[in-house]
């Protein structure tokens, strides 16, 4: 295969992605048969809006690896939020320096000791520390010996947990607010309230989290 140019790759980094990328073409061999869609793997069937409508009805194995749980109660904006955090698809600043984007340092804008990327800033940093300690949020959610409602519950204001210190972020980049770990947790403990209260038709609940280790640092939430 002939590559055409404009500036070749010269830093370690776009050599090792060359290579990368010439290792994934090996084995493909082009021709001059005209492109078609395939659904699903079976070569014999193109793809259409029926075959879709039969996938998702039918008993067809699917592949969920790595999908959302997407929580009813919590605003669209955090699920969303939540999703492309799970992918690692928000803005952080080894994100957009991934891009090739230049935003200064790659320091972390909540505490600024470490490099600022999606693991760091929600599990590392020290002002998330003070709000919470979780390491994986759907394993810890499923694991508890809890009722699916507490499960339901914890798992949103895990979510609110995480949509806020992003918001916390973005007011010390954009506003130079500095984050305040007691007024984050009344935050979380304020909106997972009044989203629960207003958006779920299960009524009200109370949760103790000295009833879940090492999962928040909060003492009781009730909602």
């Given at each position: 295969m002939n590559w055409n140019w404009r500036v070749?790759?010269?830093?370690?980094?776009?050599?090792?992605?060359?290579?990368?990328?010439?290792?994934?073409?090996?084995?493909?061999?082009?021709?001059?048969?005209?492109?078609?869609?395939?659904?699903?793997?079976?070569?014999?069937?193109?793809?259409?809006?029926?075959?879709?409508q039969k996938w998702i009805?039918?008993?067809?194995?699917?592949?969920?690896?790595?999908?959302?749980?997407?929580?009813?109660?919590?605003?669209?904006?955090?699920?969303?939020?939540?999703?492309r955090a799970?992918?690692?698809?928000?803005?952080?600043?080894?994100?957009?320096?991934?891009?090739?984007?230049?935003?200064g340092d790659n320091l972390c804008a909540l505490c600024g000791i470490s490099d600022e990327n999606s693991n760091h800033l929600f599990l590392a940093c020290s002002v998330s520390s003070g709000v919470w300690l979780v390491k994986d949020v759907e394993r810890i959610v499923e694991s508890m010996g809890e009722s699916d409602l507490?499960?339901?519950?914890?798992?949103?204001?895990?979510?609110?947990?995480?949509?806020?210190?992003?918001?916390?972020?973005?007011?010390?980049?954009?506003?130079?607010?500095?984050?305040?770990v007691v007024q984050l947790i009344s935050d979380i403990k304020s909106l997972g309230y009044l989203w629960y209260r207003n958006r779920n038709k299960k009524g009200t609940a109370v949760i103790s989290y000295l009833e879940i280790p090492s999962v928040l640092c909060f003492n009781e939430v009730r909602l």
């Open positions: 070749y790759p010269s830093s370690d980094v776009e050599i090792h992605e060359l290579i990368g990328l010439q290792r994934r073409f090996e084995n493909i061999r082009l021709n001059d048969n005209e492109d078609s869609w395939l659904w699903n793997g079976e070569v014999d069937k193109e793809f259409s809006v029926c075959e879709v009805k039918g008993d067809v194995a699917r592949d969920t690896h790595g999908c959302y749980k997407w929580c009813k109660w919590v605003p669209n904006k955090c699920n969303v939020f939540m999703w799970q992918m690692d698809r928000i803005p952080t600043k080894m994100a957009i320096r991934r891009r090739n984007i230049m935003v507490k499960k339901e519950i914890i798992y949103g204001i895990l979510i609110v947990i995480c949509w806020r210190i992003w918001k916390a972020r973005n007011e010390k980049v954009f506003a130079s607010v500095i984050p305040n």
